[in-house]
């Protein structure tokens, strides 16, 4: 398995329902582009594909192109790959597209695109790693559990590029970085959503990228373009994207750009925001105040839009800002929902149970409410540099979705003054608690030396160890 003997056409082709590819190299294939592909489903309903490596040697190390794509799913209702490795799919060092779906119903779980079988060390294909085809609707891309996120990473044009189709999800995925979210570039944007022109086929409408449960969010990062593009082209525009969750970060354009013109300035009206374009050039939140105090952080600010609508507002923290000015997106904090009044404007007064340092960039998106149902993101607002993390010595109201951690009391009604058990409470609230422990994960993760909890100068599985000993007495 680590030479090329071609086959003229396509390595596997299936054609009927209910096929089984399972545990194939599809490698090597080819003697003219067309229709050389390793794996081609070519219609019916049904199919599994699961464990074929598809473009490279045996072991996933080296390429040994198929001189057209990887795989190719001209059909519904099949699932492609899976949520453990061994059903996973290597689709790398291709002649254009890792993976290519032009149907409806599919799922797509835990395939690596652009990467070796370690997910850490690029295998490029020549064109982006998964694309989404112009007819392609309502396809599962990624999911929120352990092993269903696809690895779109290292290759030379986007990690996703969508051409059209309803009703996508994409979410839970790695875009840009490794397995283990350091930098594996995709040379242009993370996500791309391009509208086609070709006769019948449909606008790229309702995507949802990220989501408002946990695990739902992508990691989306270190690209060579935006993170997330909707090029505007003509007089075309696309609607209904929801952006929610992300952790967008380290992209060489913006981390949101509904139009690839740069920064699109909010529309104030009168009557405000009822400029069209993509996601109807839904306007981002104005923040004009932060303060993180005894493990809240309070966030004030204005949105104005459109009149009467509930939106979702989502803060988001990040280590520097964007050259643009406007951030991008790349620690999720948590959100507050937030009605506009008769003029379009509503009032925003976040209190979040996490802290933030000092230094920190705050940024915000914007999320309208159709009913219960969430469309239209916004670009990421202006950043808002924490200058002062003392804060308020009161806990304010939370917003919608979060529970502001309560001040601790004694049995008298006074407020304990006895230092917390060794470095447990990492947020300062004289308590043990989740929110110390979601602290320490981030620590734990990012290496942060602010969150030892046994105070031996280094942050590891030591620290989570002592921290539970601490929580459960």
Known sequence: GDNAIPNGDAGIVAQGTRHRVVGNQSSGNGSVPLFADGIRLEGGVGHIVQGNIVGTNSLGTIAIPNMSSGIIVQA??????????????????????GLFVNGHDNIIFGNYSGTDSSGTIAIPNGNSGFI???????????????????LFSGNPRSGILQFGGD??????????????????????????ILMVTAPNAPLPNNTAIGGANPGEGNLIAFNGGPGITIPR???????????????IHSNSGLGIDLEFEGVLENDLGPPPDTDEGNNNSQNFP????????GGNTTIGGTLNSIANTMFRVEFFSNSECD??????????????TVPTDGSGLATINAVLPVSVAMGDHITSTATRLDGAILVETSEFSD??????????????????????TPTPTTEGGETPTATPILGADLDGDMQVNSIDLILLLRGLRDDDTSRDVNGDGTIDQEDLLDFSTHWME
């Open 323 to 336: 050259p643009s000015g406007n951030g991008e997106g790349q620690t999720f904090l948590g959100f507050d």
């Open 132 to 150: 989404l085809s112009a007819f392609a609707s309502r396809n599962t891309v990624g999911g929120p559990n352990p092993g269903e996120g696809n």
């Open 76 to 97: 519904t209702g099949c699932l492609i790959g899976g949520s453990t490795e061994e059903a996973r799919n290597l689709t790398s060092g291709n002649g254009s597209v």
């Open 286 to 293: 104005d923040l004009t105040s932060v303060n993180s105090s």
């Open 167 to 192: 009703d996508n999800v994409i979410q839970g995925n790695f875009i840009g970085s490794d397995i283990n979210g350091s930098a594996l570039p995709n040379l242009t944007a993370g996500i791309e």
């Open 383 to 404: 950043c808002f540099e924490v200058t002062d993390s003392t804060g308020p010595t009161s806990t304010p109201t939370p917003g919608d979705g979060e529970t502001a």
């Open 233 to 247: 082209i003509a007089d075309l525009m696309t609607k209904g994207h929801t952006i929610l969750g992300n952790r």
